[in-house]
Each structure stands twice: as structure tokens, then as C-alpha cells.
């Protein structure tokens, strides 16, 4: 990507540029700077939502195995891409180059799931209740989609909102997060060269409080979007809602979580540390399904404790590009790390112990399993924690980095209420090799997704992904289940009597007999 160059926003079929300009920089060397980007403002924002208003009508009426054809040709154009791009993500948000191939597939097997959902895209033939008249159903597409997406995913969790709601024939302006515009840019100039017509998909880039985001989300007060799909902040979640609920719009909202991983008294212990430790520290702990609770059985809480902080002391951590092997690289900028940093004093107040982890990796103080230059980025120490309490904000708040909290409980019934002691249900995950616990924890657990003997990650690209509670609003991403979020059902009746035929009023519906009792009979 050329530094000279400002990135435009790109709508409207064009390459559109602006006044005001943010910088992203290399996540693990923050003196490469990736790209400058222009800053949206309100007018461009709109303007591109009425790029998409004015592609909409054709894009509907283009036929659905059509625009799954231009889909297809979409996930071609981004697997033989696959590497580069992969490589802009881990220099861009920092994540290992194994994870971002895998953030690139989600988006390829997205693409080939739905280029066949053209093809489908099924509505219903239904009986009606009088002669000769024909009931039918069809989805119909929304209009114009909004979208506003985090950083963690640059690629894998926009491609969950913006290609089914290509297929199902609505138009797009999506507003990528600040911290990856790089990822962004790259994917919306595959997405455009692929083949999509002018003015379908459209991207504007920019912050999200009182910027580009929140003019997006403004977009619904203005009538300009029919539907806006979010992943992000519960508290960013909220308000998307508001401004949807007083436009009786239904939102996408995928936002938080503070998923428990439970491990029981029967659990293969390797198996489980294994599963805890990836679910805790891939990703640096950015991921919404990344674990926060470890929730251990009484009776192998002592092992597990030991033999989980064998293998923390292990983690190996530095530059997922120049050291392949590492678990995890550096926060995705500076606003992360401080973020994250903040749970400390929270232990600290609630009286948690810390038993492992320093804060911010430095040359002075750095893990044995660290690699290269810790002041080239921002790093954290896998940090963990034990005595940690249903009632302590450790317990409570997604702090979207490398920590981990030990609960003990003693029993399935306790795991499963602690479990559920969080505000937020997106991911869960059961260690166990008892059915009965197994299946206890499936059906009371709230939360949208469940592993047993699992990490809380590895999402398909053709299952529900989504959450309860403060996790979401019931709506779900992937498969089948999203074409509800991007669609509405639209019924037909078609009577073809040539008469005034009423339902209800004129159905031949037949008169009540007399009762029969078997009593009287024998
Ligand atoms: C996210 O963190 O927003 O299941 C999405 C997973 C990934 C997706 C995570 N496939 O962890």
C-alpha cells in the first residue's frame, strides 16, 4: 500500500477524498505507518447512503442465483488474495499469521455458503382456506444496509453482514473501524473488483463517536438506511438500538461477551488447559468469544491451577511476522493496551489474587516466552487471577486482552450458576466427559453459543453466531439464521375465481356433528 497516497472513501462507483486524515500504524512496529485514510464527514456519509438508494431498485431486481454468481466470483477474488491480505491483518491488528489466515477463509467460506443461497433464497407455496386462490411467500430485501464493525476481525466479521446482505439483494454503506482501515481498503477493492455493480457497496471510512460511526447510525434519523448491523461495544449496542426502536428498525447486534469456560472434575486435564489457554490468550484476548472466566471444579481446582500456569509460563509472545510460533502479538494499538490495563487496580479493589502477569511487557520486565522488541508495540503479560468473585468487576467486565480469572465452584450446579452470573451470554464452553453434566450445561447455560471439550472460539462460517443477553438482540450471523436480519417476508395471495371470495367469512369450512360418546355405545 503506497504511504504517499491519502486512501479515499469509495462510493458511488468513485474514489472520494476528503479534508481531515487519521493514520494506521503497524501494530507491532508503530513507527511503520500502514496508510493515511480520510475522515468522513457527515455530508459524505450521507452521500454514500444515497449511492446505495439509487443502486437499490436494480440490485433487488437483478436475479438472486445473479447476485450469488457475483458472490462467488467475490470469494475467488479473495482466496487468491488470501495471503497478502492475511499478512496486512496480522501487521495491521497484530494477530498471528495462522489466525488471520483463518479470519481470511471465514470470509472465503462465507462467500461460497451464500453464492449457493442465491440459488435458494426459498419462499413457501401455502394452501389457502378457499377454492382456486394460490398463497405464496417471498423474502424481499430491506433496502440499503448500514455497517459498523470492530477491529478484531477486519475481515471475517464484516464479510458475515455484508455478503449476505448483498445476496438477499440489499445495498451497502459500511463504515470499517478506524483501527484497521488498511484491512478494510484492501477487502472493499477486492469486493469492488470482483464485479459488484456501482453504488451497491460502498465504504466511508473514519472514527466512530461524533465521526463517520455515528453518522452512519444517524443515517436511520435521516431515512436514509432501512437496517443497521453492528459489532462493537454493549454500550455502543444500546444506543444503535434507540435510534433503531424510534425508526422501528431491528438492528444486527453483535457486541460483548465475558464467555465462562468451565472445566469439571472428570475433564481430561491436557485437553481442557489447552482449550483454556487458547480461549484466554489467542488473539491477545481480543476476540468477543475469547474465555474470561475459568470456572474449575473443586476437587482439581489445585491441579488445574498448576498445570494451566506451566503452560502461561510457556506462552510464547512478539511479532506474529517475524516469529511464526508465537500465540499472540501485540494490542491492536495503544487505546487497547490502556483499556486493558485498567483491570489491575480492579483486582486490586475487589481483592482478587494475581498470580501471574506484570502489565505491560518491557525490557525490563518480560516474560520468559517473549520474543523480539517489546517497545516496538504495545504488549501485554498473560495475566491471571484467582479468588475472583461472581460480585467483582473482574469477574463482570469483557477486558478484551490477555487475562484470565480462576473461579473455583464446587459441583455442576454451581458451575452452571456461576456461569451464568455474568451480564453478557455470547460464547460458553463445558470440559467434561459426563453426559448428564454435558447435557446440563447445554440446556441451562444462556448463551448464544456452547462447546463441550472446546475452546469458546472456532465459529463456522454456516452456524448461528450471535448472543443473549447484553451479548446481542437475538439476532444471529451465518447459515441460514441471518437471511431473517437481511429480509422481510413479504405474502401474496393470487385468486383466480373471478369472484369476491372472503376468508374466514366464505370458507366452506364444515358444520360441527353431533357428538359421539363411546359411553353410550359399549
Ligand atoms: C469476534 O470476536 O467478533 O469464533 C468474532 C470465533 C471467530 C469469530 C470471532 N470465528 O472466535
Same mark, same amino acid.
Given at each position: 500500500m503506497s504511504k504517499s497516497k491519502v486512501h479515499p472513501h469509495l462510493y458511488a462507483g468513485r474514489e472520494v477524498v476528503g479534508e481531515r486524515t487519521f493514520e494506521s500504524r503497524? @501494530? @507491532? *512496529?508503530? @513507527? *511503520?505507518?500502514?496508510g493515511v485514510f480520510y475522515e468522513a464527514t457527515k455530508e459524505q456519509v450521507q452521500g454514500a447512503a444515497r449511492a446505495a438508494r439509487a443502486a437499490a431498485k436494480a440490485w433487488a431486481k437483478t436475479p438472486a442465483p445473479v447476485r450469488g454468481q457475483v458472490i462467488g466470483l467475490v470469494g475467488q477474488a479473495i482466496e487468491r488474495e488470501k495471503e497478502p491480505l492475511a499478512r496486512l491483518i496480522t501487521r495491521e491488528m497484530g494477530k498471528t499469521l495462522k489466525e488471520a489466515r483463518g479470519d481470511v477463509q471465514e470470509a472465503i467460506d462465507t462467500c461460497y455458503f451464500f453464492q449457493s443461497e442465491g440459488r435458494r433464497l426459498y419462499g413457501q407455496t401455502v394452501p389457502s382456506e378457499m377454492p382456486r386462490k394460490d398463497l405464496m411467500t417471498y423474502r424481499r430485501p430491506l433496502g440499503v444496509v448500514g455497517i459498523v464493525t470492530a477491529g478484531n476481525f477486519p475481515v471475517a466479521v464484516p464479510s458475515w453482514k455484508i455478503i449476505p446482505a448483498l445476496v438477499t439483494g440489499n445495498t451497502i454503506v459500511w463504515k470499517p473501524s478506524e483501527d484497521v482501515p488498511a484491512c478494510s481498503y484492501a477487502f472493499a477493492k477486492i469486493l469492488l473488483g470482483a464485479g459488484l455493480p456501482a453504488g451497491v457497496f460502498n465504504v466511508v471510512f473514519g472514527g466512530g463517536k461524533d465521526a463517520a460511526g455515528q453518522y452512519v447510525i444517524e443515517l436511520m434519523d435521516d431515512g436514509l438506511v432501512d437496517k443497521l448491523a453492528f459489532t462493537g461495544s454493549s454500550a455502543v449496542g444500546r444506543y444503535v438500538g434507540e435510534v433503531a426502536g424510534r425508526n422501528l428498525q431491528h438492528p444486527t447486534l453483535e457486541l460483548g461477551g465475558k464467555n465462562p469456560l468451565v472445566v469439571m472434575r472428570d475433564a481430561d486435564l491436557d485437553n481442557a488447559v489447552q482449550g483454556a489457554v487458547f480461549s484466554a490468550f489467542a488473539t491477545g484476548g481480543q476476540r468477543c468469544t475469547s474465555a474470561g472466566n475459568v470456572i474449575v471444579d473443586a476437587p482439581v481446582y489445585d491441579e488445574f491451577k498448576k498445570r494451566y500456569l506451566a503452560a502461561v509460563e510457556k506462552i510464547r509472545i512478539g511479532d506474529p511476522l517475524k516469529t511464526e510460533d508465537v500465540l499472540y502479538g501485540p494490542f491492536i494499538n495503544e487505546r487497547f493496551f490502556r483499556r486493558w490495563e485498567q483491570q489491575y487496580a480492579w483486582g486490586e479493589a475487589d481483592g482478587a489474587t494475581l498470580l501471574y502477569g506484570k502489565g505491560r511487557i518491557t525490557d525490563d520486565s518480560r516474560p520468559s516466552g517473549f520474543v523480539g522488541d517489546p517497545n516496538a508495540g504495545f504488549y501485554g503479560w498473560p495475566t491471571v487471577w484467582e479468588g475472583v468473585k461472581p460480585g467483582m468487576r473482574l469477574f463482570q467486565e469483557e477486558i478484551f486482552g490477555p487475562t484470565i480469572n480462576l473461579v473455583k465452584v464446587d459441583g455442576i450446579e454451581e458451575a452452571i450458576t456461576t456461569a451464568n452470573a455474568v451480564a453478557y451470554g455470547l460464547s460458553s464452553s463445558i470440559y467434561t466427559n459426563n453426559r448428564e453434566w454435558a447435557y446440563a450445561f447445554k440446556d441451562e447455560i444462556q448463551a448464544g453459543m456452547t462447546s463441550i471439550n472446546n475452546t469458546t472460539n472456532g465459529a463456522e462460517a454456516h452456524m448461528p453466531f450471535g448472543g443473549v443477553k447484553a451479548s446481542g438482540n437475538g439476532t444471529r450471523e451465518s447459515g441460514i439464521w441471518v437471511l431473517d436480519s437481511y429480509t422481510y417476508w413479504h405474502g401474496v395471495n393470487d385468486d383466480i375465481s373471478g369472484k369476491l371470495q372472503l376468508a374466514q367469512m366464505d370458507t366452506a369450512y364444515v358444520e360441527p356433528q353431533a357428538a359421539v360418546s363411546v359411553a353410550e355405545l359399549f
Open positions: 503497524n @501494530s @507491532s *512496529d508503530t @513507527s *511503520d505507518v500502514l
